[in-house]
């Protein structure tokens, strides 16, 4: 007997509208270790590295973003934590 496969869904929750890259929608080409301002909208209140899926980076940017917080951490323009 042959069992016809069914796919799963997920359950939608309304209408999502899709997240941008901030960097490729203002045309930026590289993300800067000195504008902490700007890199403190990519760390949670933890001062983690928020994901991709949560900052609708691209993988190029989100790349970048990590690069320069470390650095900005690095100098001590940013924390390590916030504890």
């Known amino acids: 007997m042959a069992f016809a496969k069914r796919r799963r869904t997920r359950p939608t929750s309304g209408n999502r509208r899709r997240k941008y890259c901030y960097f490729c929608k203002e045309k930026i080409e590289e993300v800067d270790y000195k504008?902490?301002?700007?890199l403190r909208r990519f760390m949670s209140e933890r001062a983690?590295?928020?994901?991709r899926r949560t900052t609708g980076a691209c993988r190029?940017?989100?790349r970048q973003i990590a690069v320069a917080v470390k650095r900005a951490r690095e100098v001590a323009l940013l924390p390590y934590s916030n504890r």
């Open 35 to 38: 504008d902490y301002n700007l």
């Open 60 to 62: 190029r940017h989100q």
């Open 48 to 51: 983690k590295i928020r994901s």
